[in-house]
C-alpha cells in the first residue's frame, strides 16, 4: 500500500517518551513508509528535566513501536544556536541528512506550535497531531519521578 509521504521526522526530547508521544508515531505509520526520530538534547541526562541518556531514550521508542522497523532513531546534539533560530531547523535538517543519507518529505508534530519556527526555512509541509484524550507531558512524567513520594507510593499500585 503506498503512504502520503516517503520520509517523515519527528523530533522531541522524549525525557521519557510516553502515550502523546507514541499517538504521534502511529499516525507516521499509518502516512510514512519510513520515519524518522530525533532525539534532541541528546548530550544531556542525568538533569532533573533531562534524566534519561540517549541510551536509555532509543531503547524506549524501539521497545514501543516495534516490530514495526521503519523507524529510525536518531541523535541530535545540542548547538550555541537558540532553538527558535530558522538555523537550528538547518541544523537539524544537516544532522538528518548526514546520518541517514536521506532529507525527509515531512515534519509531524503534536502540539508544539512553536517547533514550526525551527522548520519554516525547509519548505516542508508540517502536519501536526493532536493529543489524545488523555492529557500527559514529559514534565508531569519527571515531577512524579522526582517526587519525594514516588518511591514510598510507587508500590501501592
Not at 502511529?26 to 538533569?47: N, P, V
Not at 523507524?71 to 537539524?92: F, H, L, Q, T
Amino acid at each position: 500500500m503506498d503512504k502520503k509521504y516517503k520520509v517523515g521526522f519527528y523530533i522531541g526530547r522524549f525525557q521519557p517518551y510516553h502515550k502523546g508521544h507514541h499517538s504521534i508515531v502511529q499516525a507516521m505509520q499509518e502516512q510514512c513508509e519510513h520515519i524518522i526520530i530525533g532525539l534532541g538534547s541528546a548530550q544531556e541526562f542525568e538533569t532533573e528535566r533531562n534524566p534519561f541518556d540517549v541510551r536509555f531514550r532509543t531503547k524506549m521508542i524501539y521497545d514501543s513501536v516495534r516490530p514495526n522497523y521503519n523507524v529510525r532513531v536518531i541523535p541530535i546534539y545540542d548547538r550555541p544556536v537558540p532553538a527558535n533560530d530558522y538555523r537550528w531547523g538547518d541544523y537539524v535538517m544537516h544532522q538528518i541528512k548526514e546520518q541517514t543519507g536521506v532529507i525527509p518529505d515531512v515534519i509531524f508534530e503534536g502540539e508544539e506550535i512553536e517547533r514550526e519556527s525551527w522548520f519554516t526555512n525547509t519548505g516542508l509541509p508540517i502536519v501536526r497531531v493532536p493529543r489524545d484524550t488523555i492529557p500527559i507531558s514529559g514534565t508531569q512524567i519527571r515531577d512524579i519521578l522526582n517526587s519525594p513520594d514516588y518511591y514510598d507510593n510507587v508500590w501501592d499500585y
